[in-house]
């Protein structure tokens, strides 16, 4: 029985290999078919003009005029008329791939008044063969059918070259969001190694930052990654220090946020939040923080101004955390961060441009 065992065994390893094989070789033909398709649709797409663009309907007359003319040559060979529409059904499909279903249809209605008006019109004007309008609507209706299919075709074509596109892009993207993450936690984490005095220290700093980071990320997916409301990213970043009677929140216009500067701003205020707990006016029993947000012109205002503190500052040494909140707005063009620190007050204020559709609004 051992041996007989061994003996099935052994013919079964084949067996399997071959399975596996086969699975792996259709995987690999289904990714080369996915290339060839990607390869396909870059070399041919570029040729091919507009969808119901004037283009697209002066290719369809040209393929016309072609059908008309390959009609002669033939003719002559076969030593007899041909039927009439023999030559026009590869060009409304043409057409129609080139053109897409309107353009289809309008080479249908031109090859139709084209074969009429050459080899179909009656020998006797005003009579009306029977045959011949069957004829006529016969092709009208195949060849509507026709051009449905080669325009659908068109048109898959052109969904599966912008789902490339997209797909692409959404790769590239995410390759550079990820790489600029990996850059600002890199970042944070010299700066951080560089003034910690221990690794409990370290941990405990790069934790908090990591951790206000994170909910920038969270809050940008949820928003696909667009301008974010102003009022959500301040509630979202100062949820842990909120509700405090002697922190005031007031958001007297709706701004948003870009994107490109939402982590860095949410550090930032952050970062002013922590201060304020640590030795600020929210560790003073008698400070108060308020911060307001409006619109002057054409410019955001985000101003944080704390009075009381706690522990008055000494020495103009800059820090990490006076360098996030400097940097905040340095992935927005014409941002600007004012932060001062005086004996019993911190002062820091965010402009940033309003967006164009927006000033527009405004006036």
Same mark, same amino acid.
């Given at each position: 029985?051992?041996?007989?065992d061994l003996?099935?065994?052994?013919?079964?390893?084949?067996?399997?290999a071959?399975?596996?094989?086969?699975v792996?070789?259709? @995987?690999?033909?289904?990714?080369?078919a996915?290339?060839? @398709?990607?390869?396909?649709?870059?070399?041919?797409?570029?040729?091919?003009p507009?969808?119901?663009?004037?283009k697209?309907?002066? !290719?369809?007359?040209?393929?016309? /005029? &072609?059908?008309?003319?390959?009609?002669?040559?033939?003719?002559?060979? %076969? *030593?007899?008329?041909?039927p009439?529409?023999?030559?026009l059904?590869?060009?409304?499909?043409? #057409?129609?791939?080139? #053109? /897409?279903?309107?353009v289809?249809?309008? +080479?249908?209605?031109?090859?139709?008044?084209?074969?009429w008006?050459l080899?179909?019109?009656?020998?006797?004007?005003g009579?009306?063969?029977? &045959? *011949?309008?069957?004829?006529? &609507?016969?092709?009208? !209706?195949?060849?509507?059918v026709?051009i449905?299919?080669?325009?659908m +075709? *068109?048109l898959?074509?052109? =969904?599966?070259?912008?789902?490339?596109?997209?797909?692409?892009?959404?790769?590239?993207e995410?390759?550079?969001?990820?790489?600029n993450?990996?850059?600002?936690?890199?970042?944070?984490?010299?700066?951080i190694?560089?003034?910690a005095?221990?690794v @409990?220290?370290?941990?405990?700093r790069?934790?908090?930052?990591?951790?206000a980071?994170?909910?920038t990320?969270?809050?940008l997916?949820k928003?696909?990654?667009?301008d974010?409301?102003?009022?959500?990213?301040?509630?979202?970043?100062?949820g842990?220090?909120?509700?405090?009677?002697?922190?005031?929140?007031?958001?007297?216009?709706?701004?948003?946020?870009?994107?490109r500067?939402?982590?860095?701003?949410?550090?930032?205020?952050?970062?002013?939040?922590?201060?304020?707990?640590?030795?600020?006016?929210?560790?003073?029993?008698? #400070?108060?923080? =308020?911060?307001?947000v *409006?619109r002057?012109?054409?410019?955001?205002?985000?101003?944080?101004? =704390?009075?009381?503190?706690?522990?008055?500052?000494s020495?103009?040494?800059? /820090?990490l955390?006076?360098k996030?909140?400097r940097?905040a707005?340095?992935?927005?063009?014409?941002?600007?961060?004012?932060? =001062?620190?005086?004996?019993?007050?911190?002062?820091?204020?965010?402009?940033?441009?309003?967006?164009?559709?927006?000033?527009?609004? %405004?006036?």
């Amino acid at each position: 029985m051992r041996y007989g065992d061994l003996y099935a065994n052994f013919r079964a390893v084949p067996a399997r290999a071959v399975k596996v094989g086969l699975v792996l070789d259709w @995987k690999a033909v289904m990714q080369d078919a996915s290339k060839v @398709k990607s390869r396909l649709i870059d070399k041919v797409r570029p040729w091919l003009p507009p969808p119901a663009s004037p283009k697209a309907y002066l !290719c369809a007359v040209i393929l016309i /005029g &072609l059908a008309v003319l390959a009609r002669i040559p033939m003719d002559a060979v %076969a *030593r007899q008329p041909l039927p009439p529409y023999i030559t026009l059904y590869p060009a409304i499909v043409l #057409g129609a791939f080139l #053109g /897409g279903v309107r353009v289809g249809l309008f +080479a249908v209605v031109l090859s139709a008044v084209v074969a009429w008006t050459l080899w179909m019109s009656p020998p006797t004007p005003g009579a009306l063969d029977p &045959l *011949r309008i069957m004829t006529a &609507l016969v092709y009208l !209706c195949t060849a509507s059918v026709t051009i449905l299919t080669s325009g659908m +075709a *068109r048109l898959l074509l052109d =969904e599966l070259a912008s789902t490339e596109d997209l797909r692409q892009r959404a790769a590239q993207e995410s390759v550079h969001r990820i790489k600029n993450l990996l850059a600002v936690v890199q970042s944070i984490s010299r700066k951080i190694s560089a003034s910690a005095g221990d690794v @409990k220290s370290y941990r405990d700093r790069l934790d908090e930052r990591l951790n206000a980071l994170a909910v920038t990320q969270d809050m940008l997916l949820k928003s696909e990654w667009q301008d974010l409301p102003v009022e959500e990213l301040v509630h979202a970043t100062l949820g842990p220090f909120l509700p405090n009677p002697r922190l005031h929140v007031q958001i007297e216009y709706g701004a948003s946020v870009p994107a490109r500067a939402v982590a860095q701003f949410s550090m930032a205020l952050y970062e002013l939040a922590t201060n304020a707990m640590k030795y600020g006016a929210l560790a003073n029993p008698q #400070g108060s923080v =308020e911060l307001r947000v *409006r619109r002057l012109d054409d410019h955001f205002h985000i101003e944080w101004q =704390e009075r009381g503190l706690a522990i008055s500052p000494s020495g103009d040494r800059v /820090g990490l955390g006076t360098k996030v909140i400097r940097s905040a707005l340095s992935a927005v063009p014409a941002g600007q961060v004012h932060y =001062e620190v005086g004996p019993v007050t911190v002062g820091c204020r965010f402009v940033w441009p309003a967006p164009p559709s927006e000033r527009a609004d %405004a006036a």
